[in-house]
């Protein structure tokens, strides 16, 4: 078993739910896992093209697996894949900006830092590439850095899950426990895309101010 499913069942033990890790155990001892043919595991694949993808054996994709620890989230999201897929509404944004919230809200963990972040002056000395800005700041730069339209909504979107509304009024509960507390040092992130929005090229600044909107609407 490779790391990520042995860390799963582990988990699942640890949790006393020995039969569910036990089911995953016979159920990938049964059919073993064949690793896609995709160049790496970070790969992104279209939502619409990934039943579409052969194994290494040459045989089709029938069946995907999505692991992770109990209680983060994983059958809303595997809902709402599903419902895209079915659709064919290859809403590949959100998926990624909720992956990145997720991440960062209940590992603590930037995934988007590639460790060359440089953090904008006029913010403090703690707010670093695990603060709420320095992951803004990271998605920000990655926007820019890209074609118009590559990133943008993925931006909104990950804009949208950190506004307290969101994250702290609406997700607690389904996506994690209604003790979790609310992000820190959103003031911050505000900072930020109010800086960028005023320094951006003129064909950027509408979608940065948009989502300084979405951080701080209480509609839903």
Same mark, same amino acid.
């Given at each position: 078993?490779?790391?990520?499913?042995?860390?799963?069942?582990?988990?699942?033990?640890?949790?006393?739910?020995?039969?569910?890790?036990?089911?995953?155990?016979?159920?990938?001892?049964? #059919?073993?896992?064949?690793?896609?043919?995709?160049?790496?595991?970070?790969?992104?694949?279209?939502?619409?093209?990934?039943?579409?993808?052969?194994? #290494?054996? &040459?045989?089709?994709?029938?069946?995907?697996?999505?692991?992770?620890?109990? &209680? /983060? &989230?994983?059958?809303?999201?595997?809902?709402?894949?599903?419902?895209?897929?079915?659709?064919?509404?290859?809403?590949?944004? *959100? @998926?990624? %900006?909720?992956?990145?919230?997720?991440? *960062?809200?209940?590992? /603590?963990?930037?995934?988007?830092?590639?460790?060359?972040?440089? @953090?904008?002056?006029?913010? /403090?000395?703690?707010?670093?590439?695990?603060?709420?800005?320095?992951?803004?700041?990271?998605?920000? #730069?990655?926007? $820019?850095?890209?074609?118009?339209?590559?990133?943008? @909504?993925?931006?909104?979107? $990950?804009?949208? $899950?950190?506004?307290?509304?969101?994250?702290?009024?609406?997700?607690?509960?389904? $996506?994690?426990?209604?003790?979790?507390?609310?992000? +820190?040092?959103?003031? #911050?992130?505000?900072?930020?895309?109010?800086?960028?929005?005023?320094? %951006?090229? +003129?064909?950027?600044?509408?979608?940065?101010? +948009?989502?300084?909107? +979405?951080?701080?609407?209480?509609?839903?």
């Amino acid at each position: 078993l490779d790391k990520a499913l042995s860390k799963t069942i582990s988990t699942l033990e640890s949790m006393d739910k020995k039969e569910e890790a036990e089911e995953l155990k016979k159920t990938c001892q049964k #059919e073993p896992l064949t690793p896609l043919q995709v160049p790496s595991a970070d790969t992104f694949v279209a939502l619409n093209n990934l039943f579409r993808l052969q194994k #290494e054996d &040459g045989s089709p994709v029938r069946t995907v697996v999505t692991m992770g620890v109990p &209680g /983060s &989230g994983m059958s809303v999201c595997v809902a709402k894949f599903s419902l895209d897929w079915a659709q064919q509404h290859a809403n590949r944004e *959100f @998926m990624a %900006a909720l992956y990145v919230f997720l991440m *960062f809200y209940i590992e /603590s963990t930037n995934v988007l830092d590639t460790g060359f972040l440089q @953090m904008p002056k006029f913010l /403090s000395s703690r707010n670093n590439s695990k603060s709420a800005a320095g992951l803004v700041q990271c998605a920000v #730069e990655r926007t $820019l850095s890209s074609q118009l339209g590559r990133y943008d @909504m993925f931006l909104r979107y $990950l804009c949208g $899950l950190l506004s307290p509304h969101c994250h702290y009024s609406l997700l607690r509960g389904f $996506l994690y426990s209604h003790n979790t507390p609310k992000v +820190e040092g959103l003031a #911050e992130v505000q900072q930020v895309l109010d800086q960028s929005a005023q320094t %951006a090229p +003129e064909d950027r600044r509408m979608n940065l101010y +948009e989502c300084l909107r +979405e951080m701080t609407q209480e509609d839903d």
